[in-house]
């Protein structure tokens, strides 16, 4: 009797690691989705973000061309549609500079959000390589986001 319960119990414990390969696969499989998923949303916010500062952006440009447009439809001394001209002209350069700085505090956003999905990712892989660079990486469109670090006076 003896004989026909070691097989069993070498079958039983030659079944454990057949399953564990699978299931450690399957998780893998799981966590490489599930940061696919989380990197998808977060590029997708950071889409709309952008989109909604174009909007906003081309509402404002609107309106104001549109309210100079019905001043030169009446009489205007030179004067005036020299104003006027120059008046459009520095709404038209302070709304592009900060249009591109809106656009630009987006993305870093967004990468700052995709480099803290990242270190996640690291961080529950301990002893990666990549974790310190994507902390110094983190650090630096912080600072980016956030101003300059001040100069420290020595």
Known sequence: MSTRKAPAAASSEAAAPNTAVPDMLADAGRQQMAFAANTAAILFRGSEEI????????????????????KLRENCTPAELLAMQADLLNFDFQGSAKY??????????????????ATHIA??????????????????????????LKASVH
């Open 51 to 70: 989109r909604y500062i174009q909007q906003q952006a081309a509402q404002q440009a609107t309106e104001r061309h549109e309210t100079v447009a019905q």
């Open 100 to 117: 591109w700085q809106a656009i630009a505090t987006a993305m870093l956003k967004t990468e700052m959000e995709l480099m803290a999905c």
């Open 123 to 148: 961080d529950s892989h301990p002893g990666e390589a990549l974790k310190p660079a994507l902390e110094a990486w983190k650090a630096t469109l912080a600072n980016a986001v956030n101003g300059p």
